[in-house]
């Protein structure tokens, strides 16, 4: 099983590690829509609920091989983006 936070830096969902433990900190990343830590293990079928500032993007995990996302491969399929107007809070 891989990591959350080590999921969203090798899928390119965020561009550090850190920025991602941040998130799910904050409770900005959910999985199957429960706030969790970031050393939930994932695996392939799991959704993840990815909240930034102006939008929530819902992820569907494809891969959990280190290896093939180390090298670029795909990880997740994108299955919903909803756009988060400034007065409107992502959850």
């Known amino acids: 099983m891989l990591r959350l936070d080590r999921f969203l830096k090798l899928s390119h969902v965020v561009k550090r590690r850190s920025y991602a433990q941040e998130m799910i900190t904050h409770g900005a990343v959910r999985v199957g829509g429960v706030p969790v830590r ?12 990815v909240a930034f500032p102006k939008k929530v993007l819902t992820l569907k995990v494809t891969s959990v091989d280190e290896s093939l996302l180390r090298r670029g491969g795909e990880a997740f399929e994108l299955i919903g983006e909803r756009q988060v107007r400034g007065d409107e809070k992502a959850w």
């Open 38 to 49: 970031s050393s939930k293990g994932l695996k392939p079928g799991d959704i993840i609920e």
